[in-house]
């Protein structure tokens, strides 16, 4: 992306050495330093491609290649961001090359002998249009790095750092379709923290906040493949998505997480006591007949189990067939 701050650069292709010193000298006294030069097709092709320059004053007949098909190898070479005014030099006066001239991508003309008052307004006027296109690529990448600044925030817990309830919706259900199509199990991994209502209400919701982010930075840890997720799911709550991954797989897991909460060593109402998590599984072999409801009730069944079985553990549920 060309920055603002750069001084106009122009090429000057034309093959009458006489021409060519002639208007860059024209350039430099309108304040344009040292113009690039090229007397042939392939030496503009050239310069173009390393130099990008802002302007090119286009012979439009030149002894190897004609310049309207100089004009139209450059529009096609062109990034998306960046756009080079093309002037034609030309002695031509029929409509029809003109005509041809702008359809090839030139952007206006000027006629031999060119007059140095008019090579000057014309140059202006392409400045202000470069400029232009200089401005409106800087507001596009500000919109667009804003526009993915929201995303990530309309995705992401704001206390935590992960994803968020609305990007496990959205996941979840691109997993399970990958799954479908791949013919592998997919599993669902409901987390929960252990009495985390008493730890609110004995150390308050500072500590609270604090103890959230620690767990969830564990369960974050437990997703490193680029298709897992790890996501808040609501209050104390959270939810691993795993892809490719049976029951045996997902305890695995779960029991890691399980494990990494408790070597955290959050105190939890007495010395001896610290802040822990259940576990509740599912996993399913995504088919016509099954779906993803199910799975999360399934899992969420497995978590409640856990709970009544006196916590910190880890439980296997059962999916069957709506």
Same mark, same amino acid.
């Given at each position: 992306?060309?920055?603002?701050?750069? #001084?106009?650069?122009?090429?000057?292709?034309?093959?009458?050495?006489?021409?060519?010193?002639?208007?860059?000298?024209?350039?430099?006294?309108?304040?344009?330093?040292?113009?690039?030069?090229?007397?042939?097709?392939?030496?503009?092709?050239?310069?173009? @491609?390393?130099?990008?320059?802002?302007? =090119?004053?286009?012979?439009?007949q030149?002894?190897?290649i004609?310049?309207?098909? =100089?004009?139209?190898?450059?529009?096609?070479?062109?990034?998306?961001d960046?756009?080079?005014?093309?002037?034609?030099?030309?002695?031509?006066?029929?409509?029809?090359?003109?005509? @041809?001239?702008?359809?090839?991508?030139g952007?206006?003309?000027?006629?031999?002998?060119?007059?140095?008052?008019?090579?000057?307004?014309?140059?202006?006027?392409?400045?202000?249009l470069?400029?232009?296109?200089?401005?409106?690529?800087?507001?596009?990448?500000?919109?667009?790095?804003?526009?993915?600044?929201?995303q990530?925030?309309?995705?992401?817990?704001?206390l935590?750092?992960?994803?968020?309830?609305?990007?496990?919706?959205?996941?979840?259900?691109?997993?399970?379709?990958?799954?479908?199509?791949?013919?592998?199990?997919?599993?669902?991994?409901? =987390?929960?923290?252990?009495?985390?209502?008493?730890?609110?209400?004995?150390?308050?919701?500072? %500590?609270?906040?604090?103890?959230?982010?620690?767990? %969830?930075?564990?369960?974050?840890?437990? #997703?490193?493949?680029?298709?897992?997720?790890?996501?808040?799911?609501?209050?104390?709550?959270?939810?691993?998505?795993?892809?490719?991954?049976?029951?045996?797989?997902?305890?695995?897991?779960?029991?890691?997480?399980?494990?990494?909460?408790?070597?955290?060593?959050?105190?939890?109402?007495?010395?001896?006591?610290?802040?822990?998590?259940?576990?509740?599984?599912?996993?399913?072999?995504?088919?016509?007949?099954? #779906?993803?409801? #199910?799975?999360?009730?399934?899992?969420?069944?497995?978590?409640?189990?856990?709970?009544?079985?006196?916590?910190?553990?880890?439980?296997?549920?059962?999916?069957?067939?709506?």
């Amino acid at each position: 992306m060309k920055k603002r701050t750069e #001084a106009l650069k122009v090429l000057v292709v034309e093959d009458s050495k006489v021409t060519l010193k002639v208007l860059c000298n024209f350039l430099e006294r309108m304040g344009i330093p040292a113009p690039l030069k090229a007397e042939t097709g392939q030496d503009a092709i050239a310069i173009y @491609r390393k130099e990008r320059p802002d302007i =090119i004053l286009l012979d439009a007949q030149l002894p190897d290649i004609d310049g309207f098909d =100089i004009a139209r190898q450059i529009r096609a070479s062109e990034q998306k961001d960046d756009w080079t005014a093309i002037l034609f030099l030309t002695s031509m006066t029929k409509d029809a090359d003109l005509a @041809r001239g702008i359809e090839v991508g030139g952007d206006d003309y000027l006629m031999k002998p060119v007059s140095e008052v008019v090579l000057h307004a014309k140059v202006r006027a392409m400045r202000r249009l470069v400029e232009m296109q200089r401005d409106l690529v800087d507001v596009t990448h500000q919109l667009n790095a804003a526009n993915k600044e929201l995303q990530r925030l309309s995705t992401t817990d704001g206390l935590t750092g992960i994803s968020n309830r609305r990007m496990f919706d959205e996941l979840s259900v691109r997993e399970w379709r990958r799954c479908e199509r791949m013919k592998k199990p997919v599993a669902l991994v409901m =987390i929960d923290i252990d009495n985390f209502k008493l730890f609110n209400d004995q150390y308050g919701h500072q %500590a609270g906040d604090d103890c959230l982010r620690a767990v %969830a930075g564990q369960v974050a840890r437990a #997703a490193p493949r680029a298709t897992d997720l790890a996501a808040r799911y609501g209050g104390e709550e959270f939810v691993l998505v795993l892809g490719e991954t049976d029951a045996d797989g997902a305890r695995w897991v779960a029991e890691n997480v399980r494990q990494h909460v408790a070597d955290l060593g959050i105190p939890h109402g007495t010395p001896q006591r610290r802040v822990t998590v259940s576990c509740g599984i599912a996993s399913v072999m995504p088919e016509k007949g099954l #779906a993803l409801d #199910a799975l999360l009730r399934a899992a969420d069944q497995a978590l409640y189990r856990a709970k009544e079985s006196g916590r910190d553990r880890v439980v296997v549920g059962a999916y069957g067939k709506l």
